[in-house]
Each structure stands twice: as structure tokens, then as C-alpha cells.
């Protein structure tokens, strides 16, 4: 007779450093968070029932998973150590560190460095095992797909910001609802519209920004650009920026081209689709208005 036996469950603490929390916001809204936190240990974690408290975890002596949450900067302290040193010390325990949020990966506005970056360059903290997921906040699917990979052994193929390909692979302009608008140049001057490009007079980072939130959508209903809401381009290094919501351009040209298109194909793309007039889009735009 053949009996079944449970997956066994891989250890995982959670630290806050330099943080708002949103990570851990986003990733208590994720709609299958039982079915993850049945294959996980938790040791710790600020929010979820947990196996030990914050001023215990010297009693900790490995972990499978080291997920950071929020950046690294002097003077924070968690129990009775600054952060920095807590970090040290389970980055050596752990077996993979998620770094999680654009703080944790790059600084980002709390911190002084990410764990493994500092912007694109690495830190002396640069481990192979790091799998950055930034975002602000990350999507609550990319933090549990990156844990069922890790869980389940799957190998995960990351760039050179150590981010998982299967998420970061995409421009957030890839299933943007405003494509068209964006191919015929017909833009929208105000947010919140339904209709029009949010590129050209609204900033949308959407071209230059990496991640999928567009393809598998948040809450499984919008994104930002779905509602009238320019891309903020928080999942790359230089986030945030100055003059958010607008595009540098010099000659009505934009400074930056999109990520993957050379500057000549921009160029003539955008040369020909200026010389047409697309009345089916312009009236959308204008009966919206």
C-alpha cells in the first residue's frame, strides 16, 4: 500500500530594513498565499505567525531562505542589532537570498545601497545566490513564483541584475492596452483617460522599464497604464526619478529610445506613422474628451 507523504518545507526568514513595508503589503494580498506558506517554515517573519521573535533569532542556525525587504542604512536596528549585521549574518546562513522590493535591490529611497547593488554595480555583499525581485512595491506574483521556484528546486535564469528572466524579460510596454496609441503617435495630455499614449506627454517609463505587470496584470484586473496611470519605472536602477511624469526630449525626439529598437528604426518608424492621420483612434480620444 502506498502512502502519501507532504513536501518537505524549506525554512524561511524574513527581515526589514530601511522599508515602508509594501512588500510585505503586496505579498499578503497574493490570492494563493495559503498554498505558499503551507510549503514554508517560518522563522520569521514581522507579520505572519512565526517561530521566533525578533530578539531570538541569534538562536537561528540556518535558513533555506533569506528574504530583505527594504534597503541597507546605518543606524537601523532590528532587536537588539543594527540591521547591517543582522544581514551579514544570515546572508552566510541562508541558502538563496531573495532580495525583494527596489529598496532591498537598489537602495531605492530608504537606503543607502541594495544588498547586492549599489545602482548596476555590485557590492561587496554580491553573492551568486542572490535573486533580485524589485519593484515598488514587487507584485505579489513575482514574490510567489520566485518561491515556488525555489521551493520546488526549479532553476531560474537571471539577468545581469540578477533578476528572474520569466518576469523581467518583458519591457512593461509588452501588452500594454495603449499600444496602438503608441504606433500611431496619438497621445493623451491628461491621466486618468482611457484612451491615448501616456509616453510622450505623461512620462510613461513603460519603453525603458522591465517586468510582465501589464501581461499578468494587478489584482488580476488593471495596471497603471490600463487606467490612464503613466509606467513609474520602479523595477529599474535609476528609480526614482526627477521630473517623473515627463519624456526628455530634444526636438521632439526622445532623449532615450525603447529598450531592444535602434535609433534609426525608431526614427523611421516615427517619421511614418506621423505622416498618416488615424481618425478611428484621434475621435476615440477626442470623444473621450
Known amino acids: 500500500m502506498r502512502t502519501s507523504t507532504k513536501p518537505s518545507k524549506l525554512s524561511l526568514l524574513w527581515l526589514q530594513g530601511a522599508t515602508c513595508n509594501g512588500n510585505t503589503?503586496?505579498?499578503l494580498n497574493y490570492p494563493h498565499l495559503e498554498a505558499v506558506l503551507e510549503r514554508l517554515e517560518i522563522l520569521y517573519h514581522p507579520l505572519l505567525p512565526s517561530r521566533y521573535r525578533i530578539g531570538e533569532l541569534e538562536e537561528v542556525e540556518k535558513c533555506h531562505i533569506l528574504v530583505v525587504e527594504g534597503g541597507v542604512r546605518e543606524g537601523v536596528k532590528r532587536g537588539n542589532r543594527e540591521f547591517k549585521e543582522l544581514l551579514e549574518l544570515f546572508i552566510e546562513k541562508a541558502q538563496w537570498v531573495l532580495c525583494v522590493g527596489s529598496c532591498a535591490v537598489y537602495g531605492g529611497l530608504f537606503g543607502e545601497r541594495g544588498v547586492a547593488l549599489k545602482g548596476e554595480?555590485?557590492?561587496p555583499f554580491y553573492l551568486p545566490k542572490v535573486i533580485n525581485i524589485p519593484g515598488c512595491?514587487?507584485?505579489p506574483d513575482w514574490i510567489a513564483t520566485t518561491l515556488w521556484a525555489v521551493v520546488e528546486g526549479r532553476e531560474l535564469i537571471r539577468d545581469h541584475l540578477l533578476r528572474p528572466k520569466e518576469i523581467y524579460g518583458y519591457t512593461v510596454h509588452a501588452g500594454c492596452p495603449r499600444n496602438e496609441y503608441f504606433e500611431w503617435k496619438v497621445d493623451a495630455r491628461e491621466f486618468g483617460k482611457r484612451e491615448g499614449c501616456l509616453f510622450y506627454e505623461l512620462g510613461c517609463?513603460?519603453?525603458y522599464t522591465r517586468g510582465n505587470c501589464n501581461q499578468i496584470l494587478w489584482n488580476e484586473v488593471s495596471s497603471k497604464t490600463g487606467v490612464g496611470m503613466p509606467c513609474i519605472g520602479?523595477?529599474?536602477?535609476?528609480?526614482?526619478?526627477?521630473?517623473l511624469f515627463?519624456?526628455?526630449?530634444?526636438?521632439?525626439?526622445?532623449a532615450r529610445f525603447p529598450l531592444g529598437v535602434p535609433k534609426?528604426?525608431?526614427l523611421t518608424m516615427t517619421g511614418v506613422a506621423k505622416s498618416f492621420k488615424i481618425e478611428r483612434l484621434e475621435r476615440r480620444l477626442f470623444e473621450e474628451d
Do not use: L, V
Open 234 to 243: 520602479c523595477t529599474e536602477p535609476d528609480f526614482p526619478q526627477e521630473n
Open 246 to 254: 515627463s519624456t526628455k526630449t530634444y526636438m521632439g525626439i526622445p
Open 121 to 123: 554595480e555590485p557590492t
Open 205 to 207: 517609463q513603460a519603453p
Open 25 to 27: 503589503h503586496s505579498f
Open 137 to 139: 512595491p514587487a507584485h
Open 264 to 266: 534609426r528604426a525608431y
